[in-house]
């Protein structure tokens, strides 16, 4: 089965610089990669996702890139702000038309940003 | 709110207790998940069913059980309950994985005393 390895798993930085997040997934036949936000307590939320025909996926801040030769796609967030402090999960799974199998996830990166 | 509603939000039961999660998920969305987490630790996928029928198992124990019913809610079956077993449960639904994202409900949080 598929399996997902996400670094760092924690990462700190000030207001204003960036952040980078890096996960490799191990099945190749995985084509559809999100990135989910939690916050303390709540539920995962969608922040931003690529598939396998696109290499890279930018949404303001934040940005998604996938190279699949290597098998690993990576976040990044620039300008960070206080309010992007959450845990960050990135995800794999092969989304065939047929419409099952399990999302994996990686074992999560803890972002703070110090004002 | 997105959508994926999860009854009941916080649950405190003893020791070999058995209990039962609600997700209603999406109007239209087909697949519905389950997700464990415990404290410090990653969402570990339990079971998703499509359209009524099991499609993807992962580490579930064999005291946990789900079911899907035709009207697409799902219910998630603890029993025998160890105080392991406390963590937050979500449901995700979506319509298929090829044509969008996942979208979670709020959580179940059960603690097991």
């Known amino acids: 089965g598929e399996n997902v390895e996400q670094h760092p798993s924690t990462l700190s930085v000030q207001e204003g610089d960036s952040a980078v997040i890096k996960c490799t997934y191990s099945d190749s036949a995985s084509n559809y990669f999100p990135w989910y936000k939690q916050e303390l307590g709540k539920r995962p939320q969608l922040i931003i996702d690529i598939r396998s025909n696109v290499g890279e996926k930018k949404d303001q801040r934040i940005a998604v890139t996938l190279n699949k030769t290597a098998k690993h796609f990576s976040l990044h967030i620039t300008e960070t702000q206080p309010e992007d402090s959450a845990v960050y999960f990135c995800a794999a799974i092969n989304a065939g038309g047929t419409s099952y199998g399990k999302l994996t996830f990686g074992q999560g990166t803890i972002l703070t940003v110090h004002p | 709110d997105s959508g994926v509603t999860q009854t009941p939000k916080h649950l405190i039961t003893a020791t070999g207790q058995r209990v039962t999660l609600r997700c209603s998920p999406r109007?239209?969305?087909?697949?519905v998940y389950w997700y464990q987490q415990s404290l410090d630790q990653g969402l570990q996928f339990l079971i998703q069913y499509y359209n009524g029928e099991e499609r993807a198992k992962g580490n579930i124990l064999e005291r946990f059980s789900a079911q899907q019913f035709p009207d697409l809610h799902s219910e998630l079956n603890l029993s025998s309950l160890e105080l392991g077993d406390s963590a937050l449960y979500f449901c995700?639904?979506?319509?298929?994985?090829?044509?969008?994202?996942?979208?979670f409900g709020q959580g179940t949080r059960l603690t097991v005393v």
């Open positions: 995700a639904s979506s319509v298929s994985w090829a044509q969008g994202e996942a979208f």
């Open positions: 109007s239209g969305d087909l697949s």
